[in-house]
C-alpha cells in the first residue's frame, strides 16, 4: 500500500501547527492560566497554614491542621492539590487542542483544500487518517511541553512515568480529534461549530476528574464520568506522573488504555466514513 498520502498529510499538519506560532503559544498558554489561576490559588487553600483550625479541647491545634492536612492529601490521591491539578492539565490540554483540528477542517472547506484531498487518487480513509494522527501528534507534543512546565511548579512528577503518559495522551488525542472531525464535516461554519464544541467539552472536562477527584461527586455525575472518554484518560495520566491513583473503584491503568483504545479506534472509523461520504459541494 503506497504510505506517502498518510505521510503527506502527517507532515503538512505538524508544520502547519509550528508555522502557525500564535497557535503554539496560545495552547501551551491556556492550561497555564488554569495552572495559576485555579491550581495556585485552590492550593493555596489546602495548604496547614492556611487552615483556620478550630480550637478543640484537649488537642493542639497543629494536631488538627496536620490531620486536615492528610484528609486532603488523601483526597487527591496522597499529592497535594496543585500537583493533582498540573497532571490533569496534561490531559486537558490534549482534550481542548483535539478539536482545534476540526476548525481546520473546516477552513480547508471555505479554501478548497478540502475539495483537493476529497478527489486526490488516494483512499479517503488514508488521507484523513493522516490528517488526524497529525494534529494528535502536535496536541500530544503540546501537552509534554505542558507537563516539562509543571516541573518548575511541583517536584512531585515522576519522570519516569512521562513516556507512558504519551501513550495514553495520544490515544485520547485520536480519539477526540476524530470526533471533531466528524462534526466538522457536518457543518459549514466556524461558529456553528464553536457552539457545539463548548457545549460539548465543558460537561465533558468538568465530570472527568481533572479538577476534582471523580469519586467524590454526585452519583448522578459518577454515571456520566463512567462513560467519558476523557475521565479514563485524566485517570490514567495521573497515575503515571504522580502515583496517585484517584477514580472509581474498577479504574486502572489496564481498563483505562482499553477504553481509550476502543474510543479511538470506533471514532477513527467513523471519521474515516464521513469523510467517505462527504462531496465536493459539501
Known sequence: MDLSPFIAMVYRQVKRWWSARSRVITTIVNPLIWIIFLGLGWGAVFQPGSINSPSIPGIPVNVIAKTIEEYFNRLFGGVDYITFM????AAMTVFMASF?????VIWDKQFGYLKETLVAPAPRWLVITGRIVGDSIVNTLQSLIIILLGFAITTRINPIGIPVALVYLFTTSIAFSSLG???????????????????LTMPLMFMSGVFYPVNTMP???KVF????????????????????????????PTIDIAILAAAAITLLVVAGWAFNKATVED
Do not use: C
Open 225 to 252: 464520568a463512567q462513560f467519558n472518554p476523557l475521565s479514563y484518560s485524566v485517570h490514567s495520566v495521573r497515575y503515571w506522573l504522580t502515583g496517585a491513583n484517584v477514580g472509581l473503584e474498577y479504574m486502572n
Open 219 to 221: 452519583d448522578w455525575m
Open 181 to 199: 472531525v466528524i462534526i466538522a464535516l457536518k457543518l459549514g461554519s466556524i461558529e456553528g461549530f464553536q457552539m457545539i464544541v463548548n457545549l
Open 100 to 104: 482545534l483540528g476540526g476548525i481546520s
Open 86 to 89: 498540573v497532571s490533569g492539565m
